[in-house]
């Protein structure tokens, strides 16, 4: 029953910014809140996530030092600020957030899902 909408997807040049938004229909009591992204042809790959109770925050290597993952608990919103990005961003952006327990990591761990945002990055 709990649906996830996502926004701020869009174009930017390389080393541009963007912010993406993630709200939830209502409280998800879930461990994690978490991006992903999947390009035409690719396996969805794990970008960030961030405990709920905690707000302890966890990144791929390939976005580290240059995404941010956070949230706001009150209005039961994710963000994810992408900054100096590049082409190999280009994706579909995913939120997603988990029940209690699983691997934030692993997409199979959630069960809550947006409709994906699109992010394309021109050199």
Not at 60 to 69: E, L, N
Not at 70 to 87: C, E, F, V
Request: charged residues 20%; contains cysteine.
């Amino acid at each position: 029953q709990v649906q996830l909408v996502e926004s701020g997807g869009g174009l930017v040049q390389t080393g541009g910014s963007l912010r993406l938004s993630c709200t939830a229909s209502e409280r998800t009591f879930s461990s994690y809140m978490g991006w992903f992204r999947q390009a035409p042809g690719k396996e969805r790959e794990f970008v960030a996530a961030i405990s709920w109770g905690g707000g302890s925050t966890n990144y791929a290597d390939s976005v580290k030092g240059r995404f941010t993952i956070s949230r706001d608990n009150a209005k039961n919103t994710g963000y994810l600020q992408m900054n100096s990005l590049k082409p190999e961003d280009t994706a579909v952006y995913y939120c997603a957030a988990t029940k209690r327990g699983g691997t934030y990591s692993k997409a199979s761990s959630y069960d809550y899902w947006g409709q994906g945002t699109q992010v394309t990055v021109s050199s």
